[in-house]
């Protein structure tokens, strides 16, 4: 199973900003889509957005539209979320996972779907706490 690896999760005060990074060791993170997830105290995970491989577009849940971005640096092959004008209600555990690829022996390789955000999220990290407050 393919392990990445968050990093960057803080105490930050709210209207403050963040960036978490996403790496992995092993995979070009550029051959594959990369979702980032959040999980809240007493609430389900959900999708924060997703960047697609291949210089595809990346998609936003509402609630962080306009505050959050995701990109890329595929020369340190890490991929970031961005998070700006952050509230309380950003306070969770952050995941990145990989999706548009398939396991085949110890490897993981890319599918052909183009953008990837659509297929299984079947590679995970550990997660990041980020809190929001003052």
């Known amino acids: 199973q393919l392990q990445l690896v968050e990093s960057g999760g803080n105490l930050v005060q709210p209207g403050g900003s963040l960036r978490l990074s996403c790496a992995a060791s092993?995979?070009?993170?550029?051959?594959?889509?990369i979702g980032w997830f959040r999980q809240a105290p007493g609430k389900e995970r959900e999708g924060v957005g997703c960047?697609?491989?291949?210089?595809?577009?990346?998609t936003y849940v509402d609630s962080v539209k306009g505050r959050f971005t995701i990109s890329r640096d595929n020369a340190k092959n890490t991929v970031y979320l961005q998070m700006n004008n952050m509230k309380p209600e950003d306070t969770a555990v952050y995941y990145c996972?990989?999706?548009?690829?398939?396991?085949?022996?110890?490897?993981?390789?890319?599918?052909?779907?183009?953008?990837?955000?659509?297929?299984?999220?079947?590679?995970w990290g550990q997660g990041t706490q980020v809190t929001v407050s003052s």
């Open positions: 996972a990989a999706a548009g690829g398939f396991y085949r022996g110890s490897g993981y390789y890319p599918t052909t779907g183009h953008n990837g955000c659509d297929e299984d999220f079947n590679a």
């Open positions: 092993g995979v070009t993170l550029a051959n594959y889509a």
């Open positions: 960047i697609g491989r291949s210089n595809s577009g990346t």
